[in-house]
Nanobody
Framework: QVQLVESGGGLVQAGGSLRLSCTASGSIFVVNTMGWYRQAPGKQRELVASITTGGSTNYGDSVKGRFTISMNNAKNTAYLQMNSLQPEDTAVYYC???????????WGRGTQVTVSA
């Protein structure tokens, strides 16, 4: 089992910044990838960004150049730095940890990000 605790969401004006954190605990020794996904009301959950323990990153098209994902392996924590936020970034942001060797994954409870115009 892997437990994920997210923090850092909130309300921000358009053009502002937020940093999300996701700390993993439990059986994390084979966690290979951590990522952030988001889901806005009435929309499907979509990839925001992901990062492997080796440092390879992947971003959704809508956030490229504005968001940066990073990972502190020693702290088992992934971060999402979000700059130039826009109202369309408003969503619940979920952290995901993947263990491909065990063919499973885990999700956090989500943190709300609201961007006002």
């Amino acid at each position: 089992q892997v437990q994920l605790v997210e923090s850092g969401g909130g309300l921000v004006q358009a053009g502002g910044s937020l940093r999300l954190s996701c700390t993993a605990s439990g059986s994390i020794f084979v966690v290979n990838t951590m990522g952030w996904y988001r889901q806005a009301p009435g929309k499907q959950r979509e990839l925001v960004a992901s990062i492997t323990t080796g440092g390879s990153t992947n971003y959704g098209d809508s956030v490229k150049g504005r968001f940066t994902i990073s990972m502190n392996n020693a702290k088992n924590t992934a971060y999402l730095q979000m700059n130039s936020l826009q109202p369309e970034d408003t969503a619940v942001y979920y952290c995901r940890a993947q263990r491909p060797f065990l063919d499973d994954d885990y999700w956090g409870r989500g943190t709300q990000v609201t961007v006002s115009a």
